[in-house]
């Protein structure tokens, strides 16, 4: 699918999304919660869900380690707040393209490898995320409550994550031979130049996944992981409690945090505008709570928690002179990582002895 359906599809099923969330509520009902939320915890709230991309950094640290990058803090948190922010405000989910992008700008690291390390980093989430589904559907949420609906999409997710983890595992225990079966297939059917280049670029991508080769990498990643989505989750329930969403509890926050994780996957509008709320209706209304409330809650929440990270992700593109032009091609520039030539005709990048510096100390 070509970027510009991408972003037709993600318009139009925002539009229907939106529509869904916001069927039979009330204005008046939605405003009047809006102004009853206790503003306090609903600014701890936007804190604590803001304190997570630094928990990101930290954990990208752990990740890229297998590749021999030891990267400072500031460098890893500015492209977090970065990539982040490219999703709140450009079409198309390339975020990661643009988080990859900026560290190879801010630092000497080769952007196949950061992105492979995020393909880790995605997975675990994906890992977590289900773990707390689990939790939460044992403990959290009545056995009658949970639609065909909710059990379809976790058996697909379940059965998802196991295809990925058994073709990784492959990969990871066997790097040669597959990278010995892509060149001779590429060889024979394609272009020497074009294997030379993919070959290039799977060799940097199988060493950010060393993360899977090395156990203890691996459980300090996946404990990180654990941290991130554990902490992102008392987020949601100090939103709650500003709205007055007592029913959930922490079950609740768990299990809401990994519908709407997934929900935001599909095409949307930047930001999630649409995905966002309907997931969080979805999920709440199987805990018996009005329509306006849940509205209230997700729109009050996620406005809130949108505005520091995009801010943030702004102020280091601007600090490190990157242009919004470069991070909405950020995806274009990773095809074609492994022709230099063709990386500074694109994007004008800078060598390795120019690259962009933070003041900061890690």
């Given at each position: 699918?070509?970027?510009?359906?991408?972003?037709?599809?993600?318009?139009?099923?925002?539009?229907?999304?939106?529509?869904?969330?916001?069927?039979?509520?009330?204005?008046?009902?939605?405003?009047?919660?809006?102004?009853?939320?206790?503003?306090?915890?609903?600014?701890?709230?936007?804190?604590?869900?803001?304190?997570?991309?630094?928990?990101?950094?930290?954990?990208?640290?752990?990740?890229?380690?297998?590749?021999?990058?030891?990267?400072?803090?500031?460098?890893?948190?500015?492209?977090?707040?970065?990539?982040?922010?490219?999703?709140?405000?450009?079409?198309?989910?390339?975020?990661?393209?643009?988080?990859?992008?900026?560290?190879?700008?801010?630092?000497?690291?080769?952007?196949?490898?950061?992105?492979?390390?995020?393909?880790?980093?995605?997975?675990?989430?994906?890992?977590?995320?289900?773990?707390?589904?689990?939790?939460?559907?044992?403990?959290?949420?009545?056995?009658?409550?949970?639609?065909?609906?909710?059990?379809?999409?976790?058996?697909?997710?379940?059965?998802?994550?196991?295809?990925?983890?058994?073709?990784?595992?492959?990969?990871?225990?066997?790097?040669?031979?597959?990278?010995?079966?892509?060149?001779?297939?590429?060889?024979?059917?394609?272009?020497?130049?074009?294997?030379?280049?993919?070959?290039?670029?799977?060799?940097?991508?199988?060493?950010?996944?060393?993360?899977?080769?090395?156990?203890?990498?691996?459980?300090?990643?996946?404990?990180?992981?654990?941290?991130?989505?554990?902490?992102?989750?008392?987020?949601?329930?100090?939103?709650?409690?500003?709205?007055?969403?007592?029913?959930?509890?922490?079950?609740?926050?768990l299990f809401l945090q990994t519908v709407i994780s997934f929900a935001v996957a599909i095409p949307s509008t930047p930001g999630f505008f649409g995905p966002f709320e309907a997931a969080t209706r979805f999920a709440l209304e199987i805990y018996n709570i009005e329509p306006s409330r849940i509205i209230s809650f997700a729109a009050g929440y996620h406005l809130l928690t949108f505005i520091p990270i995009t801010i943030l992700g702004i102020w280091y593109m601007r600090k490190l002179g990157i242009?919004?032009?470069?991070?909405?091609?950020?995806?274009?520039?990773?095809?074609?990582?492994?022709?230099?030539?063709?990386?500074?005709?694109?994007?004008?990048?800078?060598?390795?002895?120019?690259?962009?510096?933070?003041?900061?100390?890690?």
């Open positions: 699918m070509t970027r510009r359906a991408t972003i037709v599809l993600g318009i139009v099923l925002s539009i229907v999304l939106l529509f869904y969330a916001l069927r039979d509520v009330s204005t008046a009902e939605l405003i009047g919660h809006l102004g009853q939320a206790n503003f306090w915890l609903l600014f701890a709230a936007t804190v604590v869900a803001t304190l997570t991309f630094h928990l990101r950094a930290i954990r990208w640290r752990v990740l890229l380690a297998p590749t021999g990058y030891q990267l400072p803090f500031v460098s890893r948190y500015a492209a977090v707040c970065i990539g982040f922010m490219v999703n709140n405000v450009l079409p198309a989910r390339i975020g990661e393209f643009a988080r990859a992008y900026s560290l190879s700008r801010i630092e000497p690291v080769g952007i196949s490898a950061a992105l492979a390390s995020l393909v880790v980093e995605r997975l675990l989430d994906a890992i977590i995320l289900i773990t707390f589904l689990v939790f939460a559907i044992l403990f959290g949420v009545g056995e009658a409550s949970v639609s065909g609906a909710v059990s379809g999409i976790f058996a697909a997710v379940v059965i998802g994550v196991g295809i990925v983890l058994v073709t990784l595992g492959i990969l990871v225990r066997s790097p040669n031979r597959f990278l010995r079966f892509v060149e001779r297939w590429f060889h024979r059917f394609g272009p020497r130049s074009l294997a030379e280049k993919v070959n290039i670029i799977l060799i940097s991508f199988v060493a950010g996944l060393g993360a899977l080769k090395h156990a203890r990498v691996f459980v300090r990643a996946f404990l990180w992981s654990v941290v991130v989505w554990g902490w992102n989750a008392f987020s949601f329930y100090l939103g709650f409690l500003a709205f007055g969403i007592l029913e959930p509890g922490i079950p609740g926050a242009s919004r032009d470069e991070l909405g091609h950020s995806d274009e520039v990773a095809r074609v990582e492994s022709d230099p030539k063709q990386v500074e005709d694109f994007s004008s990048l800078h060598s390795d002895r120019d690259r962009l510096t933070l003041s900061q100390p890690e």
